[in-house]
C-alpha cells in the first residue's frame, strides 16, 4: 500500500505586499500604472473622483482581462460632510436581445455557471455575448459629480499608457493564454493578443516590451477630446455598432444613446459603532447586509480572529448565500431588493470571472470605491475593430432558460456580485474605511473579513491585508487558506465541509480586496492585494 501524496504547493515563499501612508491623499488599484495615474490627478489638484477615473480608465489599457471601455460596474461615493451614494452601472440587455438566439443543447455548463449549455455557447463569448457598456458612463458621472479637473487631464494617463502598448511580462502570458482558446476564434482579438497564433511571451532576460491593444488608443484620444458622450453618441459609438453589425451583434446605437449612469442613495447599516455604507442596486449588498447582522454576537475579542469567530462566520456565510441563492428576485428587480446580488437561480461563479476595484481618498477626505468588470476573464474574447473596444460577456448573468427569475430579456438588469463599501465613524460624515474586491461571488467573503479585520478587531491594514481567510461563497463548502492554524481547521470542519487550499495568484481561490483606512489623527494607509502582482496602493507625500 502507498502512502498518500502530500498536496501540491505552488509557491514555496512568503509574499509581502507594502501599503501606502500619508496624510493626503491615497490611491490603491490592481495595476500600479493605474495608481499612479490616480496620484498624478491627486497632485495637480483633483479630488478622488478625478483619481478613480484616471485610474479606471488606465485599467483599460493596463488590465484588459479585467476591465475597460466595455464593461460595466458601482461606485460608493462619500464626500465630507454628504451622505454616501451609489453610482450605478450596472449590466443592462439590449433591446434587440432575443432569448429565442440561445437554444439549449440539452447539457449542461459544469465549469461556469451552472446553466444549461447554449448551442456554440453564444451566451458566453462572442458578439450575442455583450450587455450594454455603461462603464464609460459610470465614470462621466463621477467625474460630472465630483470631479474638479478638466477631462482632458484626467484621460492624459490612459493614453500615454495604450500607445506604449500592455507589458509583455509573464502574467500577461498567464492571462492571455488562459483565454486564447476563444480569443482565436475572432480575427482582432487573434491578431492583438495572439501573435504567430500564440500568447505572447516574456523575454528570458532583460525587460519586457509592449504591444498595442489594436485601435484602443485612438479611441481613448477621441474620448479625451469630444467627451465622453461620444462613445455613446459620436464617433465611437458608431465605429462600435458598425463593428457589432458585421459581427451579428444585436447592440445598436439606440441601445448605446440610452445608457446613462443612475445615481442611488447608498444602503446604510449600522455595524460596531459604525455606518457601513453598501451599494444599492443589483449587487451583493443585502448578502453582506445579512452577514454583518449575522456576525455581530461573534467573538471579537483579541487582536485576530480564532476558531469561534471563523466558525461563526463561515456559519454565516453559507445562510446568507442558502437564502440568496433560494430566494434570488427577478433579474430587474429594484434597487435593494431582498433577491439582489447574486449570479442568478442557482448558478456558480464561473471560475475565470474577473473584475477590478480601486479605492480612493484625496486629502479632503472624499472617498470613491468603485469596482468595474467584464465579467469572465477578457469578457466576450470579442475586441471590435475599428475602435479597440473588448466588451463584456454579460449575458452569461442570464439564465438561459426560459421563465425564470434572471432569465434572458431584453432590456433587463442581470444580478450581480460586486460589493464597493465605504464605512464611516459614528454619526456617518466621514470616511473611515474605503474598500472592494474583485473576484466574483467570493467578493462578498473577502469584504466582510476585512471589514472584520479592520474594524472589528482593530488590526492595521498590513496586517489584515497578510491575514489567512476563509471563503464561502455558496450554501455547500469552507475553503479554507492553509496557513490557518491546526484549531482554526478544526473548528471550521466543526461548521462543515472543508476545502484547504493556497492563496496564490493560480489557481484563484480567494478574492482578491484592496482597501483604505482614514485615521482619526489624520493619517491614512492603503493596501492592494497581497498576490495580485501588478497591484499597488501609492500615497501622496
Aim: aromatic content about 6%; hydrophobic content about 45%; some cysteine.
Amino acid at each position: 500500500m502507498h502512502a498518500a501524496l502530500p498536496p501540491v504547493i505552488t509557491q514555496n515563499w512568503r509574499v509581502a505586499k507594502p501599503a501606502a501612508r500619508g496624510r493626503r491623499g491615497v490611491v490603491v488599484t490592481q495595476a500600479a500604472p493605474a495608481a499612479e495615474a490616480g496620484l498624478a490627478m491627486l497632485e495637480a489638484g483633483g479630488t478622488a473622483a478625478d483619481a478613480a477615473v484616471a485610474a479606471a480608465f488606465a485599467l483599460a489599457a493596463m488590465e484588459p482581462w479585467n476591465s475597460g471601455l466595455g464593461g460595466i460596474g458601482f461606485a460608493q461615493v462619500q464626500a465630507p460632510g454628504a451622505a454616501a451614494e451609489t453610482l450605478d452601472f450596472g449590466p443592462v440587455a439590449p433591446a434587440g436581445l432575443d432569448p429565442a438566439a440561445f437554444p439549449l443543447t440539452g447539457r449542461d455548463r459544469q465549469e461556469l455557471f451552472t446553466w444549461p449549455e447554449v448551442e456554440g455557447d453564444r451566451n458566453i463569448h462572442g458578439p450575442l455575448s455583450p450587455v450594454i457598456p455603461s462603464a464609460v458612463a459610470g465614470y462621466a458621472l463621477l467625474h460630472e459629480r465630483h470631479g474638479r479637473l478638466p477631462l482632458r487631464e484626467v484621460l492624459a494617463p490612459a493614453v500615454a499608457l495604450a500607445r506604449r502598448g500592455l507589458p509583455a511580462d509573464w502574467f500577461t502570458t498567464l492571462k492571455v493564454a488562459a483565454s486564447a482558446s476563444l480569443l482565436r476564434l475572432y480575427p482582432e482579438s487573434a491578431r492583438i493578443y495572439l501573435p504567430n497564433g500564440l500568447p505572447p511571451t516574456a523575454p528570458y532576460s532583460g525587460t519586457p516590451g509592449c504591444f498595442v491593444l489594436g485601435r484602443l488608443p485612438d479611441t481613448l484620444e477621441r474620448l479625451r477630446e469630444a467627451g465622453l458622450r461620444d462613445f455613446y453618441e459620436g464617433e465611437v459609438a458608431a465605429a462600435m455598432v458598425a463593428d457589432l453589425r458585421e459581427a451579428g451583434g444585436v447592440i445598436g446605437a439606440a441601445d448605446l444613446a440610452g445608457c446613462r449612469a443612475r445615481v442611488l442613495p447608498a444602503l446604510t447599516v449600522d455595524w460596531r459603532g459604525r455606518q457601513v455604507h453598501l451599494a444599492n442596486g443589483l449587487t451583493a449588498a443585502p448578502t453582506l447586509r445579512r452577514v454583518l447582522a449575522a456576525t455581530e454576537a461573534a467573538p471579537f475579542d483579541g487582536e485576530e480572529p480564532g476558531p469561534a469567530w471563523y466558525a461563526a462566520a463561515a456559519v454565516a456565510l453559507r445562510e446568507a448565500y442558502v437564502e440568496r441563492l433560494g430566494d434570488a428576485g427577478p433579474g430587474d428587480a429594484g434597487p435593494g431588493d431582498a433577491g439582489s446580488g447574486d449570479s442568478g437561480g442557482d448558478g456558480r461563479e464561473p471560475a475565470d470571472g474577473c473584475t477590478t476595484h480601486l479605492s480612493v481618498v484625496d486629502a479632503e477626505g472624499m472617498a470613491v470605491a468603485m469596482t468595474t468588470t467584464l465579467l469572465s476573464s477578457m469578457g466576450s474574447r470579442l475586441v471590435l475593430p475599428r475602435s479597440g473596444v473588448l466588451l463584456n460577456n454579460g449575458v452569461m448573468w442570464f439564465d438561459p432558460r426560459p421563465g425564470r427569475p434572471n432569465s434572458i430579456a431584453p432590456g433587463r438588469r442581470p444580478l450581480t456580485n460586486m460589493c464597493p463599501v465605504i464605512a464611516s465613524r459614528e454619526g456617518g460624515a466621514a470616511a473611515e474605511i474605503v474598500c472592494g474586491a474583485s473576484g466574483g461571488r467570493r467578493i462578498m467573503a473577502a469584504v466582510f473579513q476585512m471589514l472584520a479585520f479592520v474594524g472589528g478587531f482593530g488590526m492595521d491594514l498590513e496586517r489584515a491585508a497578510h491575514h489567512p481567510r476563509i471563503d464561502v461563497s455558496g450554501p455547500d463548502r469552507i475553503g479554507a487558506d492553509r496557513r490557518l492554524p491546526e484549531p482554526v481547521l478544526a473548528a471550521l470542519r466543526e461548521a462543515g465541509p472543508v476545502d484547504v487550499v493556497e492563496h496564490g495568484v493560480l489557481p484563484i481561490n480567494f478574492a482578491c480586496p484592496n482597501l483604505i483606512r482614514l485615521a482619526p489623527d489624520g493619517g491614512r494607509v492603503g493596501i492592494s492585494d497581497v498576490m495580485s502582482p501588478w497591484s499597488a496602493g501609492l500615497a501622496q507625500a
